[in-house]
């Protein structure tokens, strides 16, 4: 196990750098110039020696595999570069905005697990039944329907009409709960119910199998009640395929809170990704990326982990 | 020339003194006239002076202004410099919130003292400036002299890349007092004034402190910038939420003596989805958004607690094109389009009436403007007829690049319809800002590209120049005959010269449809009624906010 961990700790600096250099590829085959992503339209007629100092300042005039070369080793430094559209720090533009993400991931995830299994459960438990025809057609919606349509439709629900909830802006959890509950409500329920769509499904089949094991009819068979086959040992036993997938889920947690966060002006990272892609920001964006790759890759591993853990038959050589 | 009080300031803009009394007796009128009035800033301007564009529905008001409440005004994307230099953002609340500018000017191009006080032409190229003496910046340094010779001759550095920096060149300023900056040109500029009276993107107004700015250096400036105005940074961040709050050694003050501004706050929120900030508007979630080419102000004129505030005109958009490249570089074949395009059904579909079809570089809201000058009317056979005088046959293929959001990518596909009328394949790419730059203007990669921008107000100058002249064509087409002109007007003795010879740049446009000038459209305020006495910014692309108040 310990062997388990440390291989692939170390395979994590060849992801990141694959990754990350396929980014930046991309990046600069992008149409679009950073000088004029940079300077404005209006600066089309700027003197072309002051653009090409400009250029010469932030290094693009170097070959892309130096430019990449050049950013790794800064990297490597601890430093993440200076932004090109408002020479801020990359370091600190994301520390800013990291607690907006994880204010809005935290909360949507705890929405999708607390709606998604125990409706899951409750599926399997009812089967064939109304209850289990409604929370399949629940999951389906929350699989199916895109994001922003469903922040729409609350925003026009909750906003619009019953004017119960703000639509826009950022409150810290620590700064002032009540005020952060009802500013986060709509998109942690936007990404939240949409994300507990497939946590319900996986829930539903994995505790229909358990249920449908010898062990649990034996339980049964001793007299055992309903609910404690089900919370001690159907729930329990058919958790262990939903922890996987609910560590699985972060990248559309990640993905969903680029459309959220713009949906519901949260001044967050995902928000800072798409600012960083319209401005042709390269430093900034390889930043975003480089955390979202390194964070996907430490909850996978840490997913692999607690699934060792959880259940002993696993054994990684 | 030596008033100094909000009253002649905003009577300036163009503000009707109606709007500046908060409606002092309008109360009773407006509710006989059943609980509503047109108050629009033309009350006391028969010639449709600066607010004769303005078409305000609003509520009656209080007999006085209310001192308190905060004002949430949405931004639809971050604003990237604080630094006022270095905007480029032709909307800015930010910026324009902190920096009062230095002059104040009406549409005719009459200019008030604000943070100078007086002016004096001394010669043909010598201007001198005499500020104000009880100014200080946020930081409690003087506004002085030296303040305004150090924000000068900043934005004259290339490396700052101010937008108006060429007004600045071989400008030499001296201070031979604390209070008195004396300015030296090389040329005649009569325009410079006028840029005085905008911060950047269209202007050079805006003062920074030179001991903070030298402290603090470029970036770390932009984060904590220190101004002089009538608010101060009470929480500046850039893509959420700023606050400001009140500066209270602002000294200019309102008509009846007070001390300006009223609000204790204002808010400006970057709200990027234009629907989202509609909601906002219509729960109370802000109070201020800006809507372009007439989106969503059907929504917002439908509900009770909200208003619009239309400054017709504002915008020009135009198509522009490349006229070093074949087939758009025959007159024959840009006329042939120029008759080929249907504007008042472009009015029609995309300012909801608000706006007018484009008849040329220059709106009413500008002394230069001539009403009589030629204009291009919807004629499809004229326009077959000059595409067969042309030589390009039917069925050529042209691409136009159109910006990726709001209405334009639309707009794009009714140009394309059009053409299509006459037998053009028109090609529409919806393209982000940087590649715009990068291939329509830089490299020349598209035949026709859509423009828009503020339309000029005052001298034309820096619009027409931007427009026609040689340093801003597609792909560098020289413009000689245009240049020629430009420069004719920089040295003309008196206005009557200058509109002379934006005149014969104007014809020159007609003669060969340089540009199709398509829509002359508004800029939209929708704001919460009970918010009074906004004015529009000289740039017409944004409100002041300083005598504004909330009914309670």
Redesign the interface.
Known sequence: MTAYIIRRILQMPVVILMVTFALFVIMHLL????I??M?????????P??IE?LRGELGLDDPVLVQYLDWASDLLRGDLG?SF????SVTDAITDRMPVTLQLGLLSLFVAICVGVPAGTIAAVKRNSPIDAFVTLFAMFGVAVPNFWFS?ML??VF??EL?WL?????VALWSDPIEALRHMALPVAALGLTLSGSIMRYTRSSVLEVLNQDSVSTEKAKGMSQRTVIVRHALRNSLLPVATIIGLQLGSLLAGSIIIE????L?GIG??AI?SI???DYPMLQGVVLLFTVTVLVVNLLTDISYAILDPRIRYS | MTSDNYWTRAMARGVSRRRILGGMGVASVALLSGGAIACGGDDDDPEGDGGGSTETTTTPVASKPVRGGTLIVRRP??T??ADPHRS???YDPTVNHLYAAPLIANVKGKLSPSLVESWEQMDVTTLKLTLRKDLKFTDGTPVNAAAVKYSLERQAD??V?A?RRSLLTGVKIETPDDYTAVLKFPKPNPVFLESLTMNA?AGLGALISPTAHGKLG??KF??APVSVGPFKIDKL?????SVFVPNPDWPLTAANGDKLPYLDKVIV?????T???V??L?????DLDYVYLGENVAQIKGQANLAVNVNKGAITQRIGMNLGKAPTNIVAFRQAMSYALDREEFAAVFTDGLGEGGRGPLTALTWAYDAAAPHYAYDVAKAKSLLAQSGVGEGAKLNICTYTSGVYPRIGEMIQAQLKKIGLEVQVDN?????????Y??NGEYLLGLEGGGAPQGDPYQYLE?NF?S??QPGGTKMPEVDALLAKALSAANEEERKKAYGEIVKLDYDNSYKIWLLESPTIAGHAKKVQDLAWLRSGSAMDVTAAWKQA
Do not use: H
């Open positions: 149409p679009g110039d950073p004029y992503a300077i404005g339209e209006s600066e089309a007629s700027i003197d020696e002051v100092e200076r559209r408002d020479r801020s729409m925003i026009w906003v619009v004017r703000p639509a826009s802006g950022f713009s949906m519901f002006a001044p928000r800072l600012q319209n401005g042709r | 994307s971050a990237t410099f480029s953002s032709g290339p490396k890349a937008p993107p470029d970036d932009n984060e961040a850039l893509d959420a939420e929120k970057v709200i990027p989805q629907a989202v900030a909601a906002e219509q729960s109370g979630g802000i393209l982000e800002v940087p590649v715009i730059t990068e291939k203007r830089k931007t002249g340093a801003n």
